[in-house]
T-cell receptor, first 115, second 115 residues
């Protein structure tokens, strides 16, 4: 079975540009999570969805970040306008449900560099 | 609030020997899950092993075992018969029934296996 799919794998953009990261969760999984990994802050949850509905977006840094999940097989994370401090690896993960015993499976990540 | 602490930033182990990576946690949730992930230099996050807070036996998955000591709030990962391919960052993470599926990660331990 295919795992979590993310695109692009690498993105280099200039400050002020719009960036869109994409994720396809594992088929049948009802929960989807977006994480960001930086050297300074480690891995932190940005937002997660349950049955396509955003449940907790308290980790989204500011209004420049937005996420959508229009259907069960696709989600986007958008940054507009991007800033150099947004440079990080962005992971998408999915799990069957959002229970404490459900394993989250991660995609390969998108390495974002904002110049 | 939940917290995960990994006190070993880096560790070395000789090939074929066993190694223990430490993880302590703090939570007010009665029901929670503990996870270990491996992140090789290629960057992906690979799920290794899970332990539920009500599980009486320590979890095992092949060469990985989780030494769960609930009273001490520790969830150490034991890797037996280390291999060169085990060289990677290892992250301890936890979720809780009152956390809505959110994973809290430790800062990670970088393991280097020497031939």
């Amino acid at each position: 079975d295919a795992g979590v799919i993310q695109s692009p794998r690498h993105e280099v953009t200039e400050m002020g540009q719009e960036v869109t990261l994409r994720c396809k969760p594992i088929s049948g999984h009802n929960s989807l999570f977006w994480y960001r990994q930086t050297m300074m802050r480690g891995l932190e949850l940005l937002i997660y969805f349950n049955n396509n509905v955003p449940i907790d977006d308290s980790g989204m840094p500011e209004d420049r970040f937005s996420a959508k999940m229009p259907n069960a097989s696709f989600s986007t994370l958008k940054i507009q306008p991007s800033e150099p401090r947004d440079s990080a690896v962005y992971f998408c993960a999915s799990s069957l449900t959002s229970g404490s015993s459900d394993t989250q499976y991660f995609g390969p990540g998108t390495r974002l560099t904002v110049l | 609030a939940q917290k995960i602490t990994q006190t070993q930033p880096g560790m070395f182990v000789q090939e074929k020997e066993a190694v223990t990576l430490d993880c302590t946690y703090d939570t007010s949730d009665q029901s929670y899950g503990l996870f270990w992930y491996k992140q090789p230099s290629s960057g992906e996050m690979i799920f290794l092993i899970y332990q539920g807070s009500y599980d009486e036996q320590n979890a095992t998955e092949g060469r990985y075992s989780l030494n769960f000591q609930k009273a001490r709030k520790s969830a150490n990962l034991v890797i037996s018969a280390s291999q060169l391919g085990d060289s990677a960052m290892y992250f301890c993470a936890m979720s809780g029934d009152n956390q809505g599926g959110k994973l809290i990660f430790g800062q990670g331990t970088e393991l280097s296996v020497k031939p």
